[in-house]
């Protein structure tokens, strides 16, 4: 038994506080390491985006560096010890080291793709898109994945590092965008707000709700038309 230096032998209270203390000292360790480490890990594409994020809505900050549709874009993940770090130049192989993100709450037009033609204003609405995120430091907050192993998930920037903007309120204010009501929708809890900001575009006809009458297909419509 362990003495002090006056021959006193350490007491049982003695004993479990220096236990205690070595505990502490190991627990704390382990927190700063994993902390450090989640600081530092980049996720390369969705899937290295752990179920506890998702599950959490825990914020992913990065860089937008490609918009593939009025509701798909692609994100160069910066975790927070690598904020400032670019996204690589060369646009190759984009998929292996960039998460795809689909846009929650909102259906845009159709691109062509695979053989199908376009749907009416589906260049204005990934231009759109594009000209609000593209090249942009962006949070998303991660809602769930898609049957594609996309991030569905709410996507926020800003606009002169002051204004703050949801990119599925800008889609549909400008028309460009539908309220998405398939199976597994994600609102984030604002789907009242949604339909109020879709039915503002539609009695303003904007966009799609502009169009001549038979000229407009949802992009549900669409994509069941064109299985």
């Known amino acids: 038994m362990r003495s002090t230096s006056d021959n006193t032998p350490d ?3 003695d004993r479990f506080t220096r236990y205690a203390k070595h505990g502490l000292y190991l627990s704390l360790t382990i927190g700063v390491t994993y902390g450090l480490y989640r600081m530092f890990r980049r996720y390369q594409t969705s899937a290295d985006i752990p179920e506890r994020v998702i599950k959490s809505h825990e914020p992913i900050h990065g860089i937008v560096i490609d ?3 009025g509701d798909t ?3 160069y993940h910066t975790p927070a010890l690598q904020w400032f770090s670019p996204p690589p130049e060369k646009k190759r192989g984009m998929s292996k080291w960039s998460i795809s993100v689909r846009i929650s709450a909102v ?3 159709e691109v062509s793709h ?3 033609p376009a749907q009416p204003l589906s260049a204005e609405a990934k231009d759109y898109l594009a000209s609000q995120v593209l090249g942009k430091r962006v949070t998303v907050v991660p809602l769930a994945k898609d049957q594609y192993g996309r991030v569905v998930g709410s996507v926020y ?3 002169m590092f002051v204004f703050k903007y949801d990119a599925s309120h800008e889609m549909l204010k ?4 539908v309220l998405y009501r398939g199976g597994n929708a994600q609102y984030n809890g604002e789907k009242e707000l949604l339909e109020r900001i879709e039915e503002e575009a539609k009695q303003a006809k904007r966009g799609v709700w502009g169009l001549k009458k038979g000229k407009f297909e949802t992009p549900a419509a669409y994509k069941a038309k064109h299985k």
Do not use: N
């Open 157 to 159: 920037y800003r606009s």
């Open 107 to 109: 259906d845009a037009p």
């Open 73 to 75: 874009l692609r994100l």
């Open 11 to 13: 007491t049982y209270a």
């Open 114 to 116: 695979f053989g199908k």
């Open 67 to 69: 918009v593939s549709d």
């Open 174 to 177: 400008a028309g460009l965008a």
